[in-house]
C-alpha cells in the first residue's frame, strides 16, 4: 500500500513538471515572436536557464523564418544614404536599375 501511494505522488510530482516545462516552452515559444527588443529584455531577466532547458537555435530559426519565399519582391524599406541625413526608398530604385544590398559588420 505504501508503495503504491509512493508511486501515485512520484506521478504527479513527473506530471506537474512535464505540464511546468510545456507550459514554459510554450511561453519562450511565443515571446520570441515579439520585436527584438522586447524579447531581449524578457531574456536579461529571464538567464541562462532557458538556454539550458530548450532547443533554443531550433525555436528562434522557427520564430524568425518569415513569410518571404525565393523569388517574392523584397519588402520596401527606406536606408539612410551614407554620410547625408537623406534617405532611399527601395521602391524608388525598382524598375529603374538593378539594386544591390550588402550587410556586414566591420569590426
Given at each position: 500500500?505504501?508503495?503504491?501511494?509512493?508511486?501515485?505522488?512520484?506521478?504527479?510530482?513527473?506530471?506537474?513538471?512535464?505540464?511546468?516545462?510545456?507550459?514554459?516552452?510554450?511561453?519562450?515559444?511565443l515571446?520570441?515572436?515579439?520585436?527584438?527588443?522586447?524579447?531581449?529584455?524578457?531574456m536579461?531577466?529571464?538567464?541562462?536557464?532557458?538556454?539550458?532547458?530548450?532547443?533554443?537555435?531550433?525555436?528562434?530559426?522557427?520564430a524568425?523564418?518569415?513569410?518571404?519565399?525565393a523569388?517574392?519582391?523584397?519588402?520596401?524599406f527606406?536606408?539612410?544614404?551614407?554620410?547625408?541625413?537623406?534617405?532611399?526608398?527601395?521602391?524608388?530604385?525598382?524598375?529603374?536599375?538593378?539594386?544591390?544590398?550588402i550587410?556586414?559588420?566591420?569590426?
Open positions: 500500500m505504501k508503495r503504491s501511494k509512493l508511486t501515485r505522488r512520484i506521478a504527479a510530482a513527473a506530471g506537474l513538471l512535464l505540464l511546468l516545462y510545456v507550459f514554459a516552452f510554450g511561453f519562450f515559444a515571446a520570441m515572436r515579439r520585436p527584438p527588443e522586447q524579447f531581449a529584455m524578457l536579461a531577466r529571464a538567464g541562462p536557464a532557458p538556454f539550458l532547458l530548450f532547443p533554443f537555435e531550433t525555436m528562434w530559426k522557427q524568425r523564418l518569415g513569410k518571404l519565399q523569388g517574392d519582391p523584397a519588402p520596401d527606406n536606408l539612410p544614404l551614407l554620410g547625408q541625413s537623406q534617405t532611399v526608398r527601395l521602391s524608388s530604385l525598382r524598375n529603374t536599375r538593378p539594386v544591390v544590398l550587410f556586414g559588420s566591420y569590426t
